[in-house]
Each structure stands twice: as structure tokens, then as C-alpha cells.
């Protein structure tokens, strides 16, 4: 019991306290001031302002830029708001001023937390969304730091209160987070799962690789096209992958082995019910199975059919990838501060496992480098950073001339490698639509 006692105070005892159904909850926002939220230089994402007769106001001074990242404190709390809750309703000021406070029944300042989160490159994200409904997720591929998140359609988290029934009842889903929350089908940023599954296949050997692009292929009644019908013409394996040709890899599919490929998908994180991400998530799904068609493994190999992926997951695949095959476990909060800025705990980076050996990770490099350089996102070539990744155009219902765009990659250069991840709802393709919100993410963060 002693032990138990031990082992609960250490580790459990805050994820209890900070459950919202947590009563203690309540006792500690009676007795103090909701402390601050920061951006990693300090620069203020939520303070609690009062006035002179003691009444509390959650201020939130870059309005909807971080809506869903930071959350909302109001009628529950969500995101950051959320993940460190405990930390902002605890208050470690200096034990006489808090001493002193509580003779005249004043609350005290609660601790401020800091995160990982960089304003210029949230703001560049934000901005380069525009009015489109989508997510964008940015991580350090070596330390897990998130370093921005979006979601759109977003909202202030000042007019929560004020604005709730409408919110709530939004038909756009307002208030979810796409980034961790949204299932999209991947499109052809699957086609890096598919590329991987038929090189483990071939013990990493492409060489023997090549196929006729006529721009379709047809299987029975079944008929898969290449963008805008385009014929690609004679393809070796990296340029049908550069090119994203659904032609290569539609055909591809029919001869991949259903269950290597869905164990490979599981060991990415696929049909896992808990994935290494703090914040409410949706779980990714690769329903292929052997029983399935002929015309099912065309389309699950393209990144169509019945797989559902949120962007969220994307970048942890390509997180790994860039940081040969270890994927770190995303982090929001770097440390905690008292309000005066005094270090009360800091939160360290760790290993969530390996996703991939650091062989197949380097052979996947080549061939997302080889998509900047001659394929779909030759608009991300720079002389300021190297940029590796994969586009996709998603179709999501019977209407073919509807798709989602995408683009899964990262960036490399004189800083920390970024993994970056843009879905455009209902856009077009990913070349026309994310590489552009992409290039904008990574100019911003080379330009400082």
C-alpha cells in the first residue's frame, strides 16, 4: 500500500486532479488566478486579466490565430487550456506572498506555462490557410516540439462564453480540431506507405521496377486515372512515385501481400487506439483485407478506398522518416514558471519507438527529396533549405472533381528539421493548393 501510495503521488496523482470531473478542480480556481500561456520567447498566448473589483477575464491577444492549439477555459476546457490545467490553477509565488494573500482572502497568481509553440511560424500557417477550411501541423522531427498547430474554420477563445450556442451547434465543426481530430482519406501521401510495403518486399531493391504509364489502368470494371488523365509514359519506381502516378501504383497494389501490408500500416500507427498524441485525437484507420477485391487494393494503395488518416498522423510518419525511422513523442509544454518567471518544472523530450529502420527511413528521403526535385512540389526547391515530401489530391465522394489537397514532408537546413503537414478541404490538388501553404511555412522559418 505504502508503495502504491508512493508510486500514485509521483505519477498519477496530477493526471486525477487535472480529469474535469476532479472536484479539487474547482477548490484551486477558487483559491487562484489562472495563470498564463506562452509562446517559446515568452511572448503572452493567454493571460487572466482582472479588473478592480476582482473580476476575472481569460485574455487571448492573437485572437483566433491559436484558437485550437491553445483551447478555450470556458464551458470545459480543451487544448493547452486543458493539457495544463493543473499547472495554470497551481501557484508557486513566494510562500509569504502567498501567505499574506491568503490573510486578506486575496487569490494567488497561478504559474505560467511555456510552450513549444513559435508565433511567427503559427501566424505564417495561419495565414497561408486563408479562408480555406483545413489543418497544418508543424513539428520538430528530433524533439517532438510542436511548434504549430491550425485549424479551420477556428474562432476567439475570448467569445467562447458569449458566442457558445452558436458555436456548438456550428455545421462546419467549428470547434473541432481538424489537425488531430479530422479523418481524411490520405490520397497519394499514402503512396509513401505503398512505396515502402512493395520495397520490403523486394529486399529495398528497385531496380527491377518498371511500368508503362498509358495515364489509366484497368482492372475488370474497375478503372483508376491518373490526374487529369495524363500518361506518364515509361517510369522506374522514383520517378512513378515523384510524379505520383496512380497508374504505377494502383497496379502496384494487386500484387502486394494484404497482410505484410496491414502489418506495416499497424507499425505506422494505423487501427491504434492510442496513439503518442496528448490532445483529443482521432484514431487512422487501413481497413484493407485479404478478401477484399482487386479494385479495393488498387485504390487502398493510391490512398483511396476505405483508409482514413488525420493530419496529425501524417506528420508523425514523416517525423520519423526525417529522423531516421525514431519518432518522438510530440510535445506542447516546455516547462513551468512561476508568475514572476521562477523555474517550478520542465518537461523533457523522449523516444516513442521506432517506426522503420534508419536504412528504409534514408531510402524514403531519396525518393520525397526526388518529388521536390522532378515530381509534384518542385515548387518547394530553394536555394535557403533542402524540402522532401509528398502531395496528394483525395478524392472524398462520388464526385470525382471534389478532392481534399495535401502535402506531407519536411525541411531541412541550417536549423532544426521541420516535419509539415497541410490539408486543404475540398480545394483541388496538392501541388495547387498545400505546397504553396508549405512553402510559406518553410520560408518563414528560414528567413529569420
Given at each position: 500500500m505504502i508503495g502504491y501510495l508512493c508510486y500514485f503521488q509521483i505519477t498519477q496523482s496530477r493526471e486525477v486532479i487535472n480529469n474535469p470531473y476532479n472536484a479539487r478542480l474547482e477548490s484551486f480556481e477558487k483559491r487562484v488566478i489562472r495563470g498564463s500561456i506562452l509562446a517559446s520567447d515568452g511572448q503572452l498566448l493567454a493571460y487572466t486579466n482582472v479588473d478592480g473589483d476582482g473580476n476575472e477575464e481569460r485574455v487571448y491577444p492573437f485572437g483566433c490565430t491559436f484558437s485550437h492549439v491553445l483551447g478555450y477555459s470556458d464551458y470545459g476546457k480543451t487544448g493547452i487550456e486543458s493539457l495544463g490545467n493543473f499547472q495554470l490553477v497551481t501557484s508557486n509565488a513566494y510562500f509569504v506572498e502567498k501567505f499574506l494573500n491568503?490573510?486578506?482572502?486575496?487569490?494567488?497568481?497561478?504559474?505560467?506555462?511555456?510552450?513549444?509553440?513559435?508565433?511567427?511560424?503559427?501566424?505564417?500557417?495561419?495565414?497561408?490557410?486563408?479562408?480555406?477550411?483545413?489543418?497544418?501541423?508543424?513539428?520538430?522531427?528530433?524533439?517532438?516540439?510542436?511548434?504549430?498547430?491550425?485549424?479551420?474554420p477556428d474562432y476567439d477563445p475570448a467569445e467562447v462564453a458569449d458566442r457558445w450556442e452558436e458555436l456548438s451547434g456550428a455545421d462546419d465543426g467549428t470547434l473541432l480540431n481538424r489537425a488531430t481530430q479530422g479523418l481524411y482519406p490520405p490520397g497519394s501521401t499514402f503512396k509513401t506507405v505503398?512505396?515502402?510495403?512493395?520495397?520490403?518486399?523486394?529486399?529495398?531493391?528497385?531496380?527491377?521496377?518498371?511500368?508503362?504509364?498509358?495515364?489509366?489502368?484497368?482492372?475488370?470494371?474497375?478503372?483508376i486515372s491518373c490526374y487529369h488523365g495524363r500518361a506518364h509514359g515509361q517510369l522506374d519506381l522514383k520517378t512513378a512515385f515523384?510524379?505520383?502516378?496512380?497508374?504505377?501504383?494502383?497496379?502496384?497494389?494487386?500484387?502486394?501481400?494484404?497482410?505484410?501490408?496491414?502489418?506495416?500500416?499497424?507499425?505506422?500507427?494505423?487501427?491504434?487506439?492510442?496513439?503518442?498524441?496528448?490532445?483529443?485525437?482521432s484514431q487512422s484507420s487501413f481497413a484493407l483485407q485479404e478478401t477484399d477485391s482487386e479494385a479495393m487494393r488498387m485504390m487502398t494503395a493510391i490512398g483511396q478506398g476505405d483508409t482514413l488518416v488525420t493530419p496529425m498522423h501524417?506528420?508523425?510518419?514523416?517525423?520519423?522518416?526525417?529522423?531516421?525511422?525514431?519518432?518522438?513523442?510530440?510535445?506542447?509544454?516546455?516547462?513551468?514558471e512561476s508568475y514572476t518567471g521562477t523555474l517550478v518544472e520542465t518537461y523533457d523530450t523522449s523516444e516513442y519507438g521506432?517506426?522503420?529502420?534508419?536504412?528504409?527511413?534514408q531510402i524514403l528521403r531519396e525518393y520525397l527529396r526526388a518529388v521536390v526535385e522532378e515530381g509534384t512540389a518542385s515548387a518547394l526547391a530553394s536555394d535557403d533549405y533542402t524540402?522532401?515530401?509528398?502531395?496528394?489530391?483525395?478524392?472524398?465522394?462520388?464526385?470525382?472533381?471534389?478532392?481534399?489537397?495535401?502535402?506531407?514532408?519536411f525541411v531541412s537546413g541550417e536549423k532544426?528539421?521541420?516535419?509539415?503537414?497541410?490539408?486543404?478541404?475540398?480545394?483541388?490538388?496538392?501541388?495547387?493548393?498545400?505546397?504553396?501553404?508549405?512553402?510559406?511555412?518553410?520560408?518563414?522559418?528560414?528567413?529569420?
Open positions: 491568503e490573510l486578506k482572502e486575496q487569490k494567488n497568481m497561478g504559474d505560467s506555462l511555456v510552450t513549444t509553440l513559435d508565433v511567427d511560424l503559427q501566424t505564417a500557417a495561419h495565414d497561408a490557410l486563408g479562408t480555406h477550411r483545413g489543418a497544418v501541423v508543424v513539428m520538430e522531427t528530433s524533439t517532438g516540439n510542436v511548434r504549430a498547430m491550425v485549424s479551420k505503398t512505396l515502402l510495403e512493395y520495397l520490403r518486399e523486394h529486399q529495398m531493391d528497385d531496380s527491377g521496377y518498371s511500368f508503362l504509364c498509358e495515364g489509366k489502368v484497368t482492372v475488370g470494371n474497375s478503372s515523384a510524379k505520383s502516378c496512380n497508374s504505377a501504383f494502383a497496379d502496384m497494389g494487386r500484387d502486394l501481400d494484404v497482410e505484410a501490408f496491414r502489418s506495416l500500416a499497424e507499425q505506422l500507427l494505423f487501427n491504434r487506439e492510442e496513439l503518442p498524441v496528448s490532445l483529443p485525437y501524417m506528420a508523425l510518419i514523416m517525423s520519423a522518416v526525417a529522423n531516421d525511422g525514431v519518432l518522438m513523442t510530440p510535445r506542447y509544454l516546455d516547462r513551468t521506432t517506426l522503420m529502420t534508419a536504412g528504409e527511413a524540402a522532401y515530401g509528398k502531395t496528394g489530391t483525395a478524392e472524398y465522394s462520388s464526385d470525382k472533381s471534389k478532392s481534399h489537397a495535401w502535402f506531407a514532408g532544426e528539421d521541420l516535419a509539415v503537414v497541410v490539408l486543404v478541404e475540398e480545394a483541388g490538388s496538392g501541388s495547387e493548393y498545400a505546397v504553396p501553404v508549405a512553402k510559406k511555412i518553410f520560408d518563414a522559418y528560414y528567413k529569420k
